[in-house]
């Protein structure tokens, strides 16, 4: 019989974070103030961000030592399974060889909370009363108040409205672990209500609700901002995904020709592929395949530019260079809720423009094919963000079916779908469009980036 | 650091069933035929389940062999964790040393597909073409599905109304997995009709459901029953739990004390505390507790009779010795409905009359007060009726608080509660109404008895 699941023990959890950083051909440039445009400095960010998590962002360090507490609460749930997809495999009868490494275990579904803990815990280190932060489809606002519920902080989540109405039960999960939510843009900061004052109908944006957060963090005594993707900092606390997933292929006795993830601020796939990508920076596995999965709702890849943006639309927190479609892009209302965010992690932009990483971008319906086909071999009902990356698995295993090559696939399963079900129902329904590429209101958030001088 | 999870390996998977029948002190009796009331044969049971089956559910083997195909497809995620709720203890501050077993790690999100896949297993072994089942919450229509999918079967469910309307989502996930799913009564079989008939907006019921059930099955070729609980053979294949749950707590180098589990029809919790009472049976452990938690709505344990009735409401299925409140109780509308069965277990009910086992029931509020203090400890949010289990944990361990023991106390966490947040949506706002005990309708019920010759 078949081995499925690759398991380590607790005691394998990973010690130490991986900083990419060192080990890059060309680093991710600093960040930019939001107003001056001028290099943005530690005392920049402050007022935003716990202190230990801005060294971490700044960081030359290869290897940074997990703290026991922050271990202790990973280990709930860690080591995650690293499964064979087996049966996927023989229903799509390609001699390819897939591998997930399943995220799903978490408490709140995800691995969000991979980051959640370290930002609680810092947070709490450093004596804050609570954090706010923006939430698109829901998984990182309730890994947050997950976490934030057990260090004993308090939480404020700005959810995207249309995700806070397409999926309530991520807004009750929230509250059941105590967390404070509201729908973005809210009337409680003066950036979501200036969005509301023009249209008052909108369906939000990660971008706006970005801004509400920060707004929030800044003019609340003891509070800072959280976010679950794009930064540095948060890509290397995702790095345990990748460190467990290594060890796992080895116990498989493979070791991947291809990775793939789906990326919206790029966390999740960051977190698989940056230990892998080590190998590829240092010359050791040059053939490596590196495929980030985005939606064609929101091509900050595959059709944005690489340029200085702000990373969210009210302009009120840190500029960056990276991949996007421009900080007032609203992108149409696909399921895929996470993978609305108009930039990309800093570190995956540089990554794609030195040839390190490739990047496609696929239509939802197209996904949601490839996810039930996944979900009827191998069980798992995936969160609409993850089934963007089982769409490119699905291809890459039908290709292996034509020229007959086993290429060993490895992909981060980053969570499930329970609470997306709406999502599969209008996709059996028929009822899910295809949204065009917006050429022209890309065109138009283009014309609005900041004139950075390099 | 403290440990949390105790992991099995996949070779670690029991190779064996435990059947209780040869050990206990009193077998329960056999079952009658729904119009006869004679002594059931098994040609009397062919039309409706598997041949493997009705030798199963009258073996005297103590252990029997699981098939190699269904350890091949259990070990998709068994064996599950089982943990250590250090947390929640803590948050409790208690000296009881609180463990569960983690079944909301299966596809399906609980224990109820360790029954589905040897079902379906036997069925496609006799040739058969689909399976009708019902289900209540949707936890066992959901496993049917994703099982009846995996061996190429069909698959037919009715789901009682109420939950198909409270729980959108449990459909639409077994849609997702390729069933086919009706709200029960339905206009597609007689026994439907009659109740529509009578009343059309009646929020059905898993008697009546059982009813649709084995009609669709004895009424098309090809086809046949598939139940989730109550009958012996579903408790058989349910005791992996409680096989791997011993090994487990051997490794954690503990012994229950106390075992708890929520009881609809039986099946969760008797898979885990079966290989357990072994122990109570043959004398070694004469102190082990054993404690069924039921909801006040449908208090077969702790207010009906030990008495013979009919399985399912339209009085087509076998008549078993069991607790019940009578096969025309229609309880109020829980949000637990998987524990919303007129009957219960026949071997939980024989081992409650001599002794080994204890009962007892609660209200939803304090079920759901119960369910998220777990959720804000050990993070993960729970079904409603699993949530009962979790009520009963919480009274032990704060009664240890009071007397200082540290007992040893083991629960079934049998699935999660992603798709019964409207349940604690309710809770948080106060919309949640504890239904007075319906003593009168339990004693009209009662009335409708068979009589029965011992």
């Known amino acids: 019989m078949a081995q499925y699941k690759y398991l380590l023990e607790e005691k394998d959890l990973p010690t130490h974070w991986y900083n990419v950083i060192p080990d890059m051909k060309t680093p991710p440039p600093p960040y930019r103030h939001p107003v001056t445009l001028k290099l943005m400095t530690p005392d920049d960010l402050a007022p935003v961000f716990p202190q230990a998590l801005i060294m971490q962002e700044a960081s030359q360090e290869r290897w940074i030592e997990i703290p026991d507490e922050v271990r202790d609460v990973l280990k709930m749930w860690r080591p995650s399974p690293l499964y064979r997809a087996a049966r996927w495999e023989r229903a799509l009868d390609t001699p390819a060889k897939i591998y997930y490494k399943w995220e799903g275990v978490s408490p709140p579904g995800s691995h969000k909370p991979n980051t959640a803990v370290a930002q609680c ?9 609570g954090l706010a932060t923006e939430t698109g489809a829901g998984q990182w606002g309730s890994a947050l108040c997950f976490a934030t519920q057990l260090f004993g902080l308090k939480v404020k989540v700005f959810m995207v409205t249309i995700s806070y109405h397409q999926k309530p039960y991520r807004r009750i999960a929230m509250e059941t672990w105590g967390g404070n939510v509201v729908p973005s843009p809210s009337s409680e900061t003066k950036a979501g209500r200036d969005i509301l004052a023009v249209d008052p109908e909108t369906s939000g944006s990660l971008g706006i609700a970005i801004s509400e957060a920060i707004e929030y963090a800044v003019t609340h005594d003891g509070w800072k901002y959280s976010l679950g993707s794009v930064v540095n900092f948060v890509l290397l606390h995702q790095t345990v995904v990748g460190m467990e997933a290594r060890k796992q292929m080895e116990m498989a006795g493979d070791y991947p020709d291809i990775l793939i993830g789906c990326v919206g601020g790029g966390s999740n796939f960051a977190g698989l592929f940056l230990p892998f990508i080590k190998d590829k920076l240092d010359g050791s596995k040059p053939d490596l395949r590196v495929i980030n999965v985005e939606s064609t709702a929101c091509p900050s ?26 900080h007032g892009f609203i992108p149409a209302p696909v399921h895929a809720g996470g993978l609305r965010y108009h930039g990309m992690a800093p570190i995956i932009c540089r990554l794609l423009e030195d040839g390190f990483v490739e990047a496609r971008a696929y239509h939802q319906n197209a996904v949601f ?5 996944f979900a009827r071999a191998e069980g798992f009902i995936v969160a609409p963000e993850t089934a963007h990356a089982i769409k490119a698995v699905y291809d890459e295993a039908l290709a292996c079916r034509e020229s ?14 329970h609470f997306d079900l709406a999502a599969y129902d209008a996709y059996h329904r028929r009822e899910l469009p295809d949204y065009a590429l917006e050429e022209e209101k890309i065109q138009q958030a283009l014309a609005e980036l900041p004139q950075v001088p390099e």
């Open 369 to 373: 094919e490839a996810a039930e086909s």
């Open 121 to 129: 815990y810092y947070a709490k280190e450093e004596g804050l009363e």
């Open 301 to 326: 890849l595959t059709r944005g530019i690489y340029a200085y943006d702000w990373g969210d639309t009210a302009k009120t927190g840190p500029v960056a260079k990276m991949h996007t479609v421009g």
């Open 404 to 417: 007959g090559e086993a290429k060993v696939i490895l992909f981060n399963n980053s969570g499930h779908g």
